[in-house]
């Protein structure tokens, strides 16, 4: 059992992982340069000096070229990780990812199949509006792909070994401030979760979430970052003796929706916090499930804390408008009681 | 667009059914002509249809209540149109009104605000908002949301609200509206009432048991006894019939050997699955067919006017546990007795489990009521209005008599005919009666 950061159990997972299968491999831009950071967040720092670079593969400023080895890897029996600077940059690969990779395997009848990872950083860190978004509704909104969500270390190792070893393309999206990025690379206001990890091998399924914090007043449901933010805001509602329970999905699609709606179910009450804009976001989808599924188990309206439907700002000064943050939530959930 | 849902006048006397519960919930989709709702007239328990396709919007009526006839209670929309104006205050019964009213005066903070601390439409405030989770626990519980005290956001009642009134109560007693409806109408203590099993909530079908055992002796020594409405309206037409009418009563002892014969006869013809005529079926057949020759036996009267039936529709008075109903077999002078056996059993079946429809228990133009088989001889039956004439049939049973000169065995029985002397004579009528004698004693006459 070691102490580590979500980077560094990351980068222990792509090893175990390579060490395991000749087949699997790194794909990105200044992922294994010598002298480099690893990465724009340090997880493969070292990696390609045990594996050497042809299995860290250093590539040109091209997405679409990244997009399309990694997709024409994994059809050709390869298990690529490939590494996305910013997930903001994902939209130059949309048409690989949205019409190949998902689609393949379903338009094939199951002949061909894309066994690839991406991972892509989110979350505003004040490096503007496109190194900033969270992205995760754009594609738990095509069928074909696998989402997850870690953010624990334990979670964020488990989870990308269970992606390397799917069949189908799973998305990885990992928060910047949640890496405990070290050196040149850390990030201001990080919150850089340090958690205990496994020496030995696990997997965590893909496709289950977590009770983070049990409460019986109301459910906040958080991902990523916001998830620490919602059990931030859970210890100031325990002060005034509202006791929240905290979920974390982990996986977005597939959603363990009995998980939320069995929480809902307990406590009458549901929040949703989420970085994403607002307007059509997961947390909507969310919102949607419990109205569908859970109607009469609801105690008051379903409430989202979100971002704002403006791009994020790069002013220090609008951050606090712009993020979801624990006071937000508090906010929320005392609307409700 | 909005159709509104409105109780149909389903006779000229009805003023007023009970609902007895909704088959849609608000929100369900509906489609036209699909059963809606279903009521309690002083006749039978009908189903109502739809008069719209779209989503059933908003109820005003619940179970339980007393309705106006023509009243609206309840909107359907069209699905994804867009919400309608709920104004309908005006169509709406008194009771209604009153209800809102209470419910306005007992939740301030409901009529006060809705979101955004804008004034609620004075169409909401007359609702109770409650949140999903306070209405189910609300309705598994029997509270009345209207009793409730809302804490919730925007003045909505919340499930803590709805605990909190359990926890009022002393004795909290699980029983549902309906029957607490029915209990609070007749005055009845909550101790009284027992659920039919330990720990069960208690239903109508309790408060009914107690109702009907109840035992309240007032001073003057009287027991009075809680009444269904068709026990009201049996007790109208009675004295309608014998106040406007000139009744008389015409009794004759027929010899019944041949029927009773007649009747082996034919059962032993039948086949399984046939229906199997009874002596009413016989004399339902028999009356029917004399009618057609005694037109003012098939009558009514205006107050100025005979008015001669042209159809035949033979009303047949069947004791169920409800009380006196009266299935209609319609033009049965023109039916085959296997026909009419048919269809005068189904009618009894649905009339003895309470789903007959009001279409089946009007248009009568004479009526047959059989006390034979509980062992009466002979009455005098009241007059069903606005018909003219009714028959009573005394039991068949064997006595010595005189037959072709000889005393012997017959079977026999009385036939007791009330008519309307307004309409029709003493000789007239007797002839009618000794026409329908002549055709139980000599059964192979129905043929002349």
Known sequence: ?337 | MATDIIVPPLSQTMDSVVLVEWLKAEGDKVAKGEPLFVIETDKANLDIEAPAGGVLRQVWAQPGEAIAVRATIGLIADVGGELPEFERPSARSAAASVAEAAVAALHPLAAATGPMGQPLPPERQARIFASPRARRLAEAEGVPLAELTASGPEGMIVERDVIAYIASKPAPMAITPVARRLAQAAGLEPAALQPARPGARITRADVDVVLARREEVSADGVQWVEVAPIRRTIARRMVASQQAAAEVTLTRDVDATELVELRGQILEELSDGDPRPTYTDILVSIVARQLARHPRANATWDGERIGLYADINVAVAVDTERGLVTPVVRNADTKGLLALTAERAALVRQALDGTIGLDDLTGGTFTITNLGPIGIDAFTPIINPPQTAILGVGRIRPAAAVHNGELCIRQRMFLSLTFDHRIIDGAPAARFLMDIVRLIEKPHLVWL
């Open chain 1, 1 to 337: 059992m070691a102490e580590m950061s979500i980077a560094e159990a990351l980068r222990q997972a792509i090893r175990e992982e390579m060490a395991r299968d000749d087949r699997v491999f790194c794909i990105g831009e200044d992922i294994g340069i010598p002298g480099g950071f690893g990465g724009a967040f340090t997880v493969t720092l070292g990696l390609s000096d045990e594996f050497g670079r042809d299995r860290v593969l250093d590539t040109p400023i091209s997405e679409i070229a990244i997009a399309g080895v990694a997709i024409g890897a994994a059809i050709a029996g390869m298990r690529p990780i490939a590494d996305v600077q910013y997930g903001d940059f994902l939209f130059c690969m949309m048409d690989q990812i949205a019409n190949q990779a998902a689609k393949m395997r379903y338009m094939s009848g199951g002949q061909v199949s894309v066994p690839m990872v991406m991972r892509a950083p989110v979350g505003q860190t004040r490096r503007g509006a496109q190194h900033a978004q969270s992205l995760e509704a754009f594609f738990t909104h095509i069928p074909g792909l696998k989402v997850v969500a870690p953010s624990t270390a334990y979670d964020a190792k488990g989870l990308l070994k269970s992606a390397v070893r799917d069949e189908n393309p799973v998305l990885v999206f990992e928060h910047k401030l949640l890496y405990g990025s070290k050196g040149p690379r850390s990030e201001r206001g990080a919150l850089s979760p340090v958690g205990e990890v496994p020496d030995e091998e696990y997997l965590v399924p893909i496709g289950e979430g977590v009770i983070r914090r049990e409460g019986k007043d109301v459910t906040i449901v958080g991902k990523l970052l916001t998830m620490y933010r919602a059990l931030q805001a859970a210890e100031i509602l325990a002060e005034e003796g509202i006791e929240a329970e905290v979920i974390d999905p982990r996986t977005l699609v597939p959603l363990d929706k009995e998980l939320i709606l069995a929480s809902v179910r307990k406590t009458g009450r549901l929040v949703i916090a989420e970085e994403d804009n607002l307007t059509g976001g997961w947390a909507a989808e969310i919102a949607a499930i419990v109205a569908d599924e859970g109607f009469v188990w609801l105690d008051a309206p379903i409430k989202r804390v979100s971002a704002p439907d403006v791009p994020a700002p790069f002013s220090p000064a609008l951050d606090d408008a712009y993020m979801p943050n624990e006071h937000k939530i508090v906010a929320a959930v005392k609307s409700l009681l």
